[in-house]
């Protein structure tokens, strides 16, 4: 379920056609805005949910098996 859901979440988005590079840039931008995220929320449980799907986010951008 999780990984059709992501999938389309991110064709909605239009992220699905980007080359290596830009799909790194894009979750480098992720994490630095899940980071500035999580330092403005500063407690514990909503920094582990962002971190948690930030990290589902990016291994759903860097997937090459489509």
């Keep these: ?3 059709g ?3 389309f979440v991110l064709q909605c988005l239009g ?3 980007y080359k290596v590079r830009s799909r790194l840039g894009l979750v480098r931008n992720i994490w630095i805005l899940s ?5 403005w929320l500063a407690q514990p449980p909503l920094i582990m ?3 948690l799907f ?3 986010l990016s291994f759903c951008v860097l997937d090459e098996s489509s």
């Design 1 to 3: 379920m999780f990984p």
């Design 5 to 7: 859901l992501f999938g």
């Design 15 to 17: 992220l699905d056609g």
């Design 35 to 39: 980071g500035f995220f999580m330092l």
């Design 49 to 51: 949910a962002v971190a």
């Design 54 to 56: 930030s990290t589902c």
